[in-house]
């Protein structure tokens, strides 16, 4: 009996911030695997899988280490006029890892856990955003998304950006102004 206790407390304890690095993994892995993001340039993409509900992937910037992209369905929330649910992503290529920094479901973060969280909520707050991101890419995947159902979409000088700013994510209103707003 004391061999199997003392088993277990050899075992090292994940610290809440060491889950949420491996959350980040997952959810990299699951991104990875559905729209090989590496080969997607700037711009905005649809995937249409003939269910109604076509999901919405922004490319919005590319770094030498970074993508920041967003994810959403091609729905608006009828009170905010957002696209709900939305989630803005950071894509780490050097650490393999994807961090929802950014979640719109229904209420903005600082609605959630105020303008000035402990450090305890913030890693609650990033948990929770990430647990949805993994389960919502598990969710794509199992509906068909994927790099076989996802389209670029055109944009051309006469067509206005749906963000309301400049390709680059800056200006009133855009993608990158709620970047700007990780929790």
């Not at 919502?136 to 055109?154: N, S």
Request: charged fraction near 20%; include cysteine; hydrophobic fraction near 35%.
């Amino acid at each position: 009996m004391t061999h199997t206790a003392s088993r277990f407390a050899r075992l090292p304890k994940l610290s809440r911030f060491g889950w949420l690095m491996g959350l980040y993994a997952e959810n990299h892995g699951r991104f990875s695997r559905l729209f090989a993001p590496a080969q997607l340039t700037p711009g905005t993409y649809l995937s249409d899988i003939g269910d109604g509900l076509d999901l919405r992937l922004d490319v919005i910037e590319q770094h030498r280490y970074t993508t920041e992209l967003r994810l959403t369905y091609a729905v608006l929330d009828p009170l905010t006029g957002e696209p709900d649910p939305s989630a803005y992503l950071r894509l780490y290529h050097d650490t393999e890892q994807v961090e929802a920094t950014h979640c719109y479901v229904g209420r903005r973060w600082q609605d959630v856990i105020g303008l000035y969280p402990p450090p305890a909520e913030v890693i609650g707050h990033r948990m929770r955003m990430n647990t949805f991101l993994g389960k919502w890419l598990e969710y794509l995947a199992e509906r068909g998304h994927g790099m076989a159902t996802l389209r670029p979409v055109e944009q051309g000088p006469s067509q206005p950006d749906p963000e309301g700013s400049n390709p680059s994510g800056s200006g009133d209103g855009g993608a990158g102004k709620n970047l700007a707003m990780n929790a």
